[in-house]
């Protein structure tokens, strides 16, 4: 079977650094996405990583362990607008459809 | 490029009523999928296309049918509404060409059944 596990809430403070995590257990791994979804708005692609390691753009890092069947999202210098559900996605069957199946999200609060 | 766009924005339907979602993208993806969300849920995949012509099922397709006669359109239709399909809707497409592909999704539906 397939399943993606993620915190359903965090919270933090503008200027801070936060970790969402996420398991998976997949068949025939291909990879993990993330993406950002604001209230109300459509999901937006944030990262993917297929090979272990951390991935830096910007304020945004990911990071995957492949042995491990676990990554994590890491928001540096958390600013308001960073207020939002980060989901995270693994391609299934294999990827051959490009189909995703999606964790339930994780619902970032970002205090002043 | 409008990306894509998904037609209506709003709807609320009488239970055993029918409707049609549009979905059109402008980047000449191959690929194009149909999702619910629901809260608690998450993003459940309803069908998908990986070409014009080709439809097949995902997750909890029941309820739903799909048509892709162009490459540019994916069309959700429900034939007779229930209110258990109450949710808000979002199309995503993608090029398809690798498994790392990002996949573009439209602004959502949010359907209503009474």
């Known amino acids: 079977g397939q399943n993606i596990d993620q915190p359903t809430e965090m919270t933090a403070t503008e200027g801070a650094i936060v970790q969402i995590n996420c398991t998976y257990q997949?068949?025939?791994?291909?990879?993990l996405f993330w993406y950002q979804q604001h209230a109300g708005e459509a999901p937006t692609f944030l990262s993917y990583n297929v090979l272990d390691g951390l991935e830096e753009k910007g304020r945004f890092s990911s990071f995957l362990s492949r042995s491990k069947g676990y990554s994590y999202l890491l928001l540096k210098e958390l600013q308001m607008k960073d207020s939002a559900s980060y989901l995270c996605?693994?391609?299934?069957?294999?990827?051959?459809?490009?189909?995703?199946?999606f964790g339930k999200g994780t619902k970032l609060s970002v205090k002043p | 490029n409008a990306g894509v766009t998904q037609t209506p924005k709003f709807r609320v339907l009488k239970t055993g009523q029918s409707m049609t979602l549009l979905c059109a993208q402008d980047?000449?993806?191959?690929?194009m999928y149909w999702y619910r969300q629901d809260p608690g849920m998450g993003l459940r995949l309803i069908h998908y296309?990986?070409?014009?012509?080709?439809?097949a099922k995902g997750e909890v397709p029941d309820g739903y049918n799909v048509s892709r006669l162009k490459k540019q359109n994916f069309l959700l239709g429900l034939e007779s509404a229930a209110p258990s399909q109450t949710s808000v809707y979002f199309c995503?497409?993608?090029?398809?060409?690798?498994?790392?592909?990002?996949?573009?999704f439209g602004p959502g539906t949010r359907l209503t059944v009474l």
């Open positions: 995503a497409s993608s090029s398809g060409t690798s498994v790392g592909n990002e996949q573009f």
């Open positions: 980047m000449n993806h191959e690929y």
């Open positions: 996605a693994a391609p299934s069957y294999g990827g051959s459809q490009g189909n995703l199946i």
């Open positions: 997949t068949s025939g791994f291909n990879g």
């Open positions: 296309s990986v070409g014009e012509g080709t439809t």
